[in-house]
């Protein structure tokens, strides 16, 4: 079975800092990756997904995440946080065998920023 | 983001009553979903549905029920309701085709057991 891997529960940073938020996947095979960001309060947001192509993809509100098969991972980066960035945010993978096509989530990162 | 409702949004309910929360979609979604919320685990999948009348059991199905007699609704029944059920419940859908590896999520319901 496909699991994800989120190794930082907390982070906090000061604004215009950079941010990498790790995650780590265990299948073998294609897989789909997503990163969904909830604000407190509000229900799961799509920020970027991957499907095939450039590793490197570029999301809504200036994020970006790198595929990397070798390791596998698909690390979330932005390189100037804002205070309107503090939310959780998980990582997700749709194996390519899923016959449901349903998603596995890590069990997420919870980023405050400070003004 | 895809057309999803979910109600109640909020409901307290009493440990052995039974409880169902709906969820709609507007967008002829093929598949979805009911997942559970709880802090330090994510989003779990309770169960799931790729078609009418067609479900399948997720990774934390016990004590859970689902049904879809429609495209549009999912149901999802705690048969009776414990305190450990207590969680966030979202809802969400996918289609079929490149743009169906999306899925999209409703707006959660608070669901609490005393």
């Known amino acids: 079975a496909q699991s994800v891997s989120q190794h930082n529960h907390h982070v906090i940073l000061s604004e215009a800092a950079s941010l990498e938020l790790g995650c780590n996947y265990s299948?073998?095979?294609?897989?789909?990756l997503f990163w969904y960001v909830q604000y407190p309060g509000q229900h799961l947001q799509l920020l970027l997904k991957?499907?095939?192509?450039?590793?490197l993809v570029k999301g809504i509100k200036g994020f970006e995440a790198e595929f990397i098969k070798s390791k596998f991972s698909f690390n979330l980066r932005k390189p100037s946080v804002q205070w309107s960035d503090t939310a959780e945010y998980f990582c997700?993978?749709?194996?390519?065998?899923?016959?449901?096509?349903?998603?596995?989530f890590g069990g997420g990162t919870r980023l405050m920023v400070k003004p | 983001d895809a057309g999803i409702t979910q109600s109640p949004r909020h409901k307290v309910t009493e440990t052995g009553t039974p409880v169902t929360l709906r969820c709609h979609q507007t967008?002829?979604?093929?598949?979805m979903y009911w997942y559970r919320q709880d802090p330090g685990h994510g989003l779990r999948l309770i169960h799931y549905?790729?078609?009418?009348?067609?479900?399948d059991k997720g990774e934390v199905s016990d004590g859970y029920s689902v049904s879809r007699s429609k495209t549009e609704d999912f149901l999802l029944t705690l048969e009776s309701a414990t305190s450990s059920q207590t969680s966030v419940y979202f809802c969400?859908?996918?289609?079929?085709?490149?743009?169906?590896?999306?899925?999209?999520f409703g707006e959660g319901s608070w669901l609490t057991v005393v």
């Open positions: 969400a859908s996918r289609g079929t085709g490149f743009s169906g590896n999306t899925i999209y």
């Open positions: 299948y073998g095979g294609t897989v789909n």
């Open positions: 991957y499907f095939s192509g450039d590793p």
């Open positions: 997700a993978v749709n194996a390519g065998n899923n016959a449901g096509n349903m998603l596995t």
């Open positions: 967008e002829n979604h093929r598949y």
């Open positions: 549905s790729y078609g009418v009348k067609d479900t």
